[in-house]
């Protein structure tokens, strides 16, 4: 029932709703497009109207580890990993702003509330920890990767 007055409060935006929601479309393609703007590491754009939150997995010397919270408000993108990615395989979590999950995903990692940078992503309860659903993103051995994220 929630969805439905979503779509419908989507479905009739005003005209400065409308002119905002443009330009930062516009905003968002430009950035995207625009290999001079491009960094070396791992970005998220969200291209969804939702904020959303972001947590990552890897593979590290010290073994799994999962970090979090990145921020990324619609229409923008954040820099996840500032350094050229080594690992060909990333794990993310998507998070609405109020906690719950927005891409389901086929690995289960542990996260926090809070901010939290933690090893090993399992037995979460036992550690007192949230366990979360992670998607997997292939990086096909590249040192720069964009995820774009886009659903309704």
């Known amino acids: ?7 419908s409060a ?3 935006p005003n005209r400065l709703t409308y002119r905002a929601s443009i330009a ?11 290999p001079a703007l491009a960094h070396a590491g791992l970005r998220v754009c969200n291209g969804s109207v939702d904020l959303v939150n972001i947590a990552i997995g890897y593979e590290t ?3 799994l580890r999962t ?8 229409n923008a993108c954040s820099q996840i990993l500032q350094d050229p990615l080594k690992n060909t395989r990333y794990y993310l979590h998507v998070a609405d702003g109020f906690g719950e999950s927005r891409l389901a995903g086929d690995i289960t990692l542990c996260i926090r509330e809070e901010k939290f940078v933690l090893y090993d992503g399992d037995q979460c309860w036992q550690r007192g920890l949230i366990e979360a659903d ?3 993103v292939e990086t096909d051995g590249a040192e720069d990767w964009t995820v774009l994220l886009s659903y309704d």
């Open 1 to 7: 029932m929630e969805h439905a007055r979503l779509l």
């Open 134 to 136: 992670f998607f997997q």
């Open 10 to 12: 989507r479905a009739k």
């Open 61 to 63: 010397e010290n073994g």
């Open 67 to 74: 970090e979090g919270w990145w921020t990324i408000t619609s």
């Open 24 to 34: 930062g479309y516009m905003l968002f393609v430009f950035y995207v497009l625009n």
